[in-house]
């Protein structure tokens, strides 16, 4: 699916599913938003961050339940978002990531895109929406209060994902869609 978003900067376009000609702009991505990383990692984004987007899934998940979603402004990749449908339950959606680039941030892009995203959710039948939060990047944690999720206790690890040494505890975050 494409969608175009409207913005306060102009369109984005947000699609689902990467290309593999999509890598470089991903990398450039993950190098422009280094901040994050040390912050959610403990470690500036490497190559290999690309590749587990791909395998990354939290425990009972399936890779057919995976969805990667870039977000363009013009032919850039401005964004990325990484999310597994049927998960914590059947009628549920899990972000574990949700990435802007510095130069699109507080430029209200994340909340129109996030709407779309979470209107597509709610017609599609799901009831509850996850992110993952990290204390350690507390205006990720504002962004999704300000969309109306609640965040929870730091959460035990899951899934086949590996932890770095310097990672942050993780909050879950819940929203209420009502298909």
Not at 38 to 60: I, K, R
Not at 67 to 83: E, Q, S, Y
Not at 104 to 112: D, Q
Not at 169 to 174: F, H, L, T
Request: glycine fraction near 12%; aromatic fraction near 8%.
């Amino acid at each position: 699916m494409i969608w175009t978003v409207s913005t306060d900067a102009g369109p984005i376009v947000v699609r689902e599913q990467i290309e593999p000609d999509d890598e470089p702009g991903i990398l450039e991505l993950f190098a422009a938003c280094d901040d994050w990383f040390e912050a959610v990692n403990g470690t500036p984004s490497a190559p290999g961050d690309v590749q587990s987007l791909f395998y990354a899934l939290p425990e009972g998940a399936s890779f057919e339940d995976k969805r990667l979603f870039t977000i363009r402004d013009g032919d850039k990749i401005v964004g990325l978002i990484d999310a597994v449908l049927g998960f914590p339950h059947r009628g549920a959606a899990a972000v574990g990531l949700f990435l802007i680039a510095p130069s699109h941030r507080r430029r209200g892009l994340g909340t129109a895109v996030a709407n779309v995203l979470l209107t597509e959710a709610r017609e599609g039948g799901l009831d509850t929406v996850t992110a993952s939060a990290h204390d350690t990047w507390p205006t990720g944690q504002a962004f999704l209060r300000a969309l109306g999720f609640t965040i929870g206790p730091p959460a035990e690890p899951s899934g086949n994902r590996v932890s770095a040494s310097g990672e942050a505890p993780v909050r879950r975050a819940s929203l209420s869609i009502g298909a």
